[in-house]
């Protein structure tokens, strides 16, 4: 056990405890000292990510008003010809305003064009509730079924997505059946485009 006899245990102890303090002292503070550097360098970072982040935030900002900077200009020109139509005299025809008319809806859809937005043309196709709403139903027995008959408003499409779903009437063989029952009351009747 104890080589000398009349040595303590609880010095021994002791003095074992002091010699591993001794050891620890400087490593403790070494220890204290990274963590500090470890600490700074997480308040920095932190830091750091903060401004970032507020950068971001401002330079997104700055960019979403540009780009409506611009389309407001691209824009005011379509506006321009439809105030100088409704300046015309009396004397202008109402072919020449009609033409001034057309002009201008072909400048608005160039512009929708150059932002993406592409009109989708659905007379004459199969209905497909993925880019057409069916806002009325009629039979026409020399059109194929579920084929649209009219087009009340004009769906668009930004690439392969549906934009705004077109408003349209559907040829539905069931409404032959009907004839020209009660069921017809149910569904909106809307005047087609271009003719209000």
Do not use: C, W
């Amino acid at each position: 056990m104890n080589a000398d006899p009349d040595s303590n245990p609880s010095e021994t102890k002791s003095t074992g405890d002091a010699g591993s303090n001794a050891v620890s002292g400087p490593d403790t503070d070494a220890l204290q000292a990274e963590l500090a550097v470890q600490r700074d360098r997480y308040l920095r970072l932190a830091a750091d990510f903060d401004n970032f982040r507020r950068r971001i935030a401002r330079e997104t900002e700055r960019s979403a008003a540009a780009q409506k900077e611009a389309f407001i200009r691209e824009l005011l020109p379509v506006i321009d010809n439809l105030e100088r139509a409704l300046g015309s005299d009396a004397s202008t025809s109402p072919e020449q305003l009609r033409q001034g008319v057309q002009m201008t809806l072909q400048q608005l859809t160039q512009l929708l064009r150059r932002h993406g937005i592409e009109p989708e043309e659905s007379l004459g196709r199969p209905f497909d509730p993925l880019y057409h709403e069916a806002v009325s139903a009629r039979h026409d027995p020399s059109q194929p079924d579920h084929v649209i008959l009219e087009t009340y408003q004009r769906g668009y499409r930004r690439g392969n997505e549906v934009f705004r779903p077109a408003k349209v009437v559907v040829n539905d063989p069931s409404q032959a059946e009907a004839g020209s029952s009660d069921d017809d009351d149910l569904v909106p009747q809307m005047p087609p485009s271009g003719r209000f």
